[in-house]
């Protein structure tokens, strides 16, 4: 059964950095490609970024140069660094895979203070 769960959410200020870690079991992050989402109240959850298994990375625009996605295979974790965090960043962050179907993650909560 696939499982994540996601960690390192919080209150920061504008300008400030946080670090999400993403602990998968049921996979192994370095054979899929695995996603950060997320979600602000009123909205559609977007992708963030994703990391394939060959370490091919994507990001939103809303977000390229600020956050990276990173893996440590050893621990089956997939990180996102944010960096330059903006109020509009606030949101809860999702972990995901799709195996023949979506599976998510129960999320952190992200919020940023201007």
């Known amino acids: 059964q696939v499982q994540f769960v996601e960690s390192g959410g919080g209150l920061v200020q504008a300008g400030g950095s946080l670090r999400l870690s993403c602990a998968a079991s049921?996979?192994?992050?370095?054979?899929?490609?695995i996603g950060w989402y997320r979600q602000a109240p009123g909205k559609q959850r977007e992708l963030v970024a994703r990391?394939?298994?060959?370490?091919?990375?994507t990001y939103a625009d809303s977000v390229k140069g600020r956050f990276t996605i990173s893996r440590d295979n050893a621990k089956n974790t997939v990180y996102l660094q944010m960096n330059s965090l903006k109020p509009e960043d606030t949101a809860v962050y999702y972990c995901?895979?799709?195996?023949?179907?979506?599976?998510w993650g129960q999320g952190t909560q992200v919020t940023v203070s201007s």
């Open positions: 995901n895979v799709w195996r023949n179907e979506d599976y």
């Open positions: 049921g996979i192994t992050v370095s054979i899929n490609t």
């Open positions: 990391i394939s298994s060959g370490l091919y990375t």
